[in-house]
């Protein structure tokens, strides 16, 4: 990975490095204000003031940085500073009875003041999406206007934005774009929600970035920063839910020694049936979800490098609905041919044990993050690796045989070169795809095996005035589609992707010959 690579550049220089410090008072009385956080979004590093108000920063590149000074009851601050000129940064805090929370985002071309970016952004923190009873990070995330959700189980959600999900909404998790069977709705998003400190959501148009997945939008999940320098710091955070009788909880560990980080975390929830008004408790729809994460990494002048592992493995019951015809009550599934449904026991709606008829989601993933800085420029650089497998067991005399046994094997990779600012323009030339195999091992297919390449080529433009910020952008996607085994019908994925790049497919018969679809695509935004 990219993290062994950048390990050459951990030498540092000495006459390239920084220590901002400073001091932060209340406005009105002038007294020092004790535990304020100062933190660098682009830098992923901060620190809080000591009982004299007195915050240090080390290692830090000689260069415009972007610095957010937070403090309960107190108006946040978002301003940027010259470090060429200056290391001696002194704030004042003005008390605010309501705390309006000035908001960095970093999904755009460079961490920005969210009220200066002219993409229309949304922004949910973890503290709202705790705030919020919800059983997985989409639903919490239905709380922000624009966003709604498609769920077909309390554990499964997908993103709508406007009206428009699967495919049509690409879902980031720390900028690794996340890649399971996005077309299916009866799985949700493979992520540990515990693990979030907070959501960006671009509520529009989207591709000129990140492709045609993004054509509706993106949900960009991000997970914690590490902790500050010579710190080691644990959390656990705990829930239990009435209507399922869901708990969970997860356990997080993260350190930081002169600029080396480390950290992890576990979590675990499950449920039981939920219960509503009319039905009681609904047949087949318990969970039992465990995630877990590591990372490492190291943050200098030159700037930083982060390695990631996380895995996601899901339990999810399949309801069908189906009934008794004299009693109402909910019948289950024995026999392969399904004549005789006996009615479900109370027992076995009240129990967290999970049924024959479920699904087995897996999903792993490791991926690298590195900002290095260059004089007055920097590259940016994303590279992932994940393996999706969806296993649906739905034989229920052979309760070890997944009918459906979908494997999908993706690598994404994501360059960005910032160049040095030329009076107020901000230029960005990117690469960006991924190489995605999928195949099939179980006894049903819905979407063929294939194997896809592709590359997209972007230039992104941004100038700000003094109270207008333009952009601009352009772009290219191009790449092939091997089909290797086509079914009967086309799936909702090729479909959607395949319309969007102005292709025409026939109808493929199962075992027919293999396909190759070379395609091709412009793309220009401005705003």
Not at 11 to 33: E, F, H, M, Y
Not at 102 to 123: H, K, L, N, W, Y
Not at 179 to 207: C, F, L, M, N
Not at 238 to 254: C, I, K, P, R
């Amino acid at each position: 990975m990219i993290f062994v690579i950048v390990g050459i550049l951990a030498v540092d220089n000495a006459q390239s490095q920084v220590t901002l410090t400073g001091r932060i008072t209340d406005q009105k009385s002038n007294q020092p204000l004790f535990g304020v956080n100062i933190f660098i979004p682009e830098l992923l590093i901060g620190a809080t003031t000591d009982t004299l108000g007195i915050y240090k920063i080390f290692n830090l590149p000689k260069r415009k940085i972007l610095l957010r000074i937070s403090y309960i009851g107190y108006k946040t601050i978002i301003e940027q500073v010259e470090l060429t000129n200056t290391s001696i940064k002194d704030f004042k805090l003005e008390e605010s009875p309501e705390q309006m929370n000035e908001v960095v985002v970093t999904g755009t071309s460079r961490a920005t003041d969210i009220r200066r970016s002219p993409i229309p952004i949304v922004v949910a923190e973890s503290k709202g999406i705790n705030m919020n009873v919800n059983t997985n990070i989409i639903n919490a995330l239905t709380k922000l206007p624009g966003i709604s959700e498609v769920t077909t189980g309390p554990n499964i959600s997908k993103p709508y934005i406007h009206g428009l999900g699967y495919n049509r909404v690409l879902t980031l998790y720390d900028g690794v774009r996340q890649e399971g069977q996005q077309w299916g709705d009866e799985h949700g998003i493979e992520v540990d929600e515990y693990g979030i400190d907070r959501a960006e959501i671009v509520k529009g148009p989207a591709s000129l970035t990140y492709g045609s997945d993004a054509l509706a939008g993106v949900v960009n999940l991000i997970p914690f920063s590490p902790v500050q320098t010579a710190t080691i710091k644990g959390n656990f955070l705990g829930e239990y839910q009435t209507n399922n009788g869901m708990f969970g909880g997860s356990l997080s560990l993260d350190g930081n020694q002169k600029g080396i980080l480390w950290g992890g975390r576990i979590s675990h929830k499950q449920a039981k049936d939920y219960q509503n008004r009319y039905d009681g408790r609904v047949y087949n729809t318990a969970f039992s979800e465990t995630d877990a994460s590591l990372y490492t990494g190291i943050n200098k002048s030159w700037g930083y490098s982060h390695l990631n592992f996380s895995l996601f493995n899901d339990l999810q019951e399949i309801p069908d609905g189906s009934r008794d015809s004299i009693t109402r009550q909910f019948t289950k599934q024995i026999t392969e041919a399904d004549t005789v449904r006996p009615v479900v026991s109370n027992s076995e709606l009240n129990s967290y044990k999970i049924s024959v008829l479920h699904q087995h989601i897996q999903h792993y993933r490791v991926y690298s993050i590195s900002n290095i800085y260059l004089d007055d420029s920097k590259i940016a650089i994303i590279l992932g690796y994940q393996n999706n497998i969806r296993q649906e067991f739905s034989h229920p005399q052979a309760p070890a045989t997944p009918g459906l046994d979908l494997h999908l094997n993706t690598i994404t990779y994501d360059l960005k070169y910032y160049l040095p600012d030329l009076k107020g323009w901000e230029i960005t030339p990117g690469v960006n795809g991924m190489v995605q195999i999928n195949s099939n091992k179980g006894t049903e297919f819905i979407i063929p095996d294939y194997r896809e390449f592709d590359l997209g080529l972007f230039l992104l433009i941004k100038k700000s005035l003094d109270k207008i910020d333009l952009s601009a952008g352009a772009g290219m996607i191009c790449g092939f589609l091997v089909m290797i085994r086509c079914l009967h019908i086309l799936t909702r994925q090729l479909v959607l992707k395949c319309r969007y790049l102005r292709l025409i497919l026939p109808v493929q018969r199962k075992n027919s010959p293999i396909l190759n679809i070379p395609f091709q695509v412009f793309r220009q935004a401005s705003g």
